[in-house]
Nanobody
Framework: QVQLVESGGGLVQPGGSLRLSCAVSGIIFTINGMSWYRQAPGKERELVATITSSGSTSYADSVKGRFTISRDNAKNTVYLQMNSLRPEDTAVYYC????????????????WGQGTQVTVSS
């Protein structure tokens, strides 16, 4: 089974920065892309950023230029560096494997972890 453990969230002021970490086990980490999602109260979970197995990155328009996703294959860990934080970034942040066709066909998408709370005060 896949285990996903997010950490690094907290309370920050607008304009501040935070670095989230996601420790991954139960998969061959190096051949899997990874994504960060977030979910604010009363809103749908949204995709924030993705990094492929080869290191290519993509971002939601709302965070482009402010957030950076990265990975450390030696540590089986994916990171999300968040700069210039805004109140609308407030959410629970989750990591998971990149939703590829192979994972969908397998019908064994990993369960969500506990997430980590990010609160940006105004």
């Amino acid at each position: 089974q896949v285990q996903l453990v997010e950490s690094g969230g907290g309370l920050v002021q607008p304009g501040g920065s935070l670095r989230l970490s996601c420790a991954v086990s139960g998969i061959i980490f190096t051949i899997n892309g990874m994504s960060w999602y977030r979910q604010a109260p009363g809103k749908e979970r949204e995709l924030v950023a993705t990094i492929t197995s080869s290191g290519s990155t993509s971002y939601a328009d709302s965070v482009k230029g402010r957030f950076t996703i990265s990975r450390d294959n030696a540590k089986n860990t994916v990171y999300l560096q968040m700069n210039s934080l805004r109140p609308e970034d407030t959410a629970v942040y989750y990591c998971n494997v990149e939703r590829t066709a192979a994972w969908v066909r397998a019908a064994k998408l990993p369960s969500w972890g506990q997430g980590t709370q990010v609160t940006v005060s105004s």
